[in-house]
């Protein structure tokens, strides 16, 4: 009974995963146009883990909050950008039962579909009073780059780190 369960639920686990993971766009946004992120944190004056749009205008890197606040960092004042690379399971409980419910061990090929990627821009910057900050977004896969690309084109300071590897 189990086995018949699991069968009639398998497919449309797979299916909701499969469409759910549709490949980001990597065209490069042009300067100003906003690239929804989540501030992780950092900003002076912006709560941790909130969402809004971050762009360059003008001078400054803006983060628009969704209730309309904004922080700003100037470009000139950016001493590094660092970009990475993350994953995380999604799913949750649901997700959870769908991979113990599947037999014969298929539980591990739904875990290959079930994470999200997504980058992480740090930049790390300096106020008018000469203090070192830092401040983290988080983004969809392939943004982090465009964002670290068009801070280096508008002159920010962004140094070129050798990879351990």
Do not use: C
């Not at 909701?16 to 993971?21: D, E, G, K, P, R």
């Not at 995380?88 to 997700?95: E, L, N, S």
């Not at 988080?138 to 990879?163: C, F, P, T, Y």
Request: charged residues 15%; aromatic residues 4%; glycine residues 14%.
């Amino acid at each position: 009974m189990i086995q018949r369960l699991a069968y009639l639920i398998l497919p449309g686990v797979l299916s909701a995963i499969l469409t759910a993971q549709s490949p980001a766009s990597v065209e490069s946004p042009a300067t100003g146009s906003p690239i929804r992120v989540t501030h992780v944190l950092g900003l002076e004056g912006v709560p941790n883990n909130h969402n809004g749009n971050l762009s360059i205008q003008g001078n400054a890197l803006r983060f628009q909050r969704d209730d309309g606040s904004a922080a700003q960092i100037g470009i000139r004042s950016i001493q590094d950008v660092s970009v990475g690379a993350e994953d995380k399971q999604v799913g949750g409980t649901p997700m959870a039962i769908g991979r113990m419910a599947t037999p014969y061990g298929g539980g591990g090929v739904i875990a290959l579909f079930a994470h999200k990627k997504y980058d992480t821009v740090t930049v790390e910057y300096v106020d008018s009073n000469g203090g070192i900050h830092g401040a983290i977004f988080q983004l969809k896969k392939g943004k982090g780059q465009v964002i670290r690309n068009e801070l280096l084109a508008d002159g920010a300071n962004v140094s070129v780190k050798q990879s351990g590897k």
